[in-house]
């Protein structure tokens, strides 16, 4: 189990390599401005995508993923 500060150190890693830093940083000053629940945002984060439709985009997502990291042993 991570701790708290390599919690937050993966994530601004994952949020800086995803999006860049300067979006990485905006991304954050959005949700610290507003009331933010991440369980009523995730509850709708897939409402209009059906299980089949969610499961091909994990493993497309996995595919890439893979493919990616292979590249770079």
């Known amino acids: 189990m991570l701790t708290e500060t ?6 601004m890693k ?3 390599k995803g999006m860049g ?5 905006r991304f954050i000053s959005l949700l610290l401005r ?3 629940d991440y369980t009523k945002w995730q509850k709708g984060l897939f409402a209009n995508i059906s299980i089949k439709e969610l499961s091909n985009m994990a493993m497309e997502h ?3 993923y893979k493919s ?5 042993r």
């Open 6 to 11: 390599e919690i937050k150190i993966k994530g």
């Open 14 to 16: 994952v949020l800086t």
């Open 21 to 25: 830093k300067v979006e990485a940083e």
């Open 34 to 36: 507003e009331p933010f």
């Open 62 to 64: 996995r595919r890439t």
């Open 68 to 72: 990616r990291n292979k590249n770079k």
